[in-house]
């Protein structure tokens, strides 16, 4: 398997424009988990699905963020509008049951300028 | 509320010492402990997940250890090389309901050839 794949890598955007990140997960894996990296913060748990629906969100900051996971290989994350402060490191992880180990993407560095 | 700690931020040892990372954690209710290692620019790998019942995991040159009571587990490398060089994270997944992963900040630890 290729591993948890995220796109697009690096995603430079102008404060207020729409900002799209996507994630295929490993095939098999039933969670997905999106994740926001910065330094000052650390990692923190956005959202995860289980079987494509969505269980637990209460980490995603604000309205302006949402998440999707149309089918069992392919999640998004969305930021409307983005802000500078929305400049982080997001990863996507999966996992085949909820305790096992995470498997994460390479992630996306986003700079909203 | 679990909080973990992983002191110190940053380490740096010459080639071929051999080392002990740590983590600490204030709930012992914890379902299980990762040690993740991440390098610059890329996602996280696991390195060794310890189930609350085990004391120690062991793989190749990496041994975690567990001790719930005391709230602390430590991470032992032995004859450390530069390709060990990487930013390593513990996570602690607790043991209610939510077992949702609580991450340390890291240790960023530099091999000096």
């Known amino acids: 398997d290729a591993g948890v794949i995220q796109s697009p890598r690096h995603e430079v955007t102008e404060m207020g424009q729409e900002v799209t990140l996507r994630c295929k997960p490993i095939?098999?894996?039933?969670?997905l988990f999106w994740y926001r990296q910065t330094m000052m913060r650390g990692l923190e748990l956005l959202i995860y699905?289980?079987?494509?629906?969505?269980?637990?969100d209460s980490g995603m900051p604000e309205d302006r963020f949402s998440a999707k996971m149309p089918n069992a290989s392919f999640s998004t994350l969305k930021i409307q509008p983005s802000e500078p402060r929305d400049s982080a490191v997001y990863f996507c992880?999966?996992?085949?049951?909820?305790?096992?180990?995470?498997?994460f993407g390479p992630g996306t560095r986003l700079t909203v300028l | 509320k679990q909080e973990v700690t992983q002191i110190p931020a940053a380490l740096s040892v010459p080639e071929g010492e051999n080392l002990v990372l740590n983590c600490s954690f204030t709930d012992s209710a914890i379902y299980n402990l990762q040690w993740f290692r991440q390098d610059p620019g890329k996602g996280l790998t696991s390195l060794l997940l310890i189930q609350s019942s085990q004391r120690e995991q062991t793989s190749g040159r990496l041994n975690a250890s567990l001790d719930k009571s005391s709230g602390r587990s430590t991470l032992y490398i032995a004859a450390s090389q530069p390709g060990d060089s990487a930013t390593y994270l513990c996570a602690v997944r607790g043991g209610d309901s939510n077992y949702q992963l609580i991450w340390g900040a890291g240790t960023k630890l530099i091999i000096k050839p």
């Open positions: 699905f289980n079987n494509n629906v969505p269980i637990d």
């Open positions: 095939s098999g894996h039933d969670y």
């Open positions: 992880a999966s996992s085949s049951d909820r305790v096992d180990t995470q498997y």
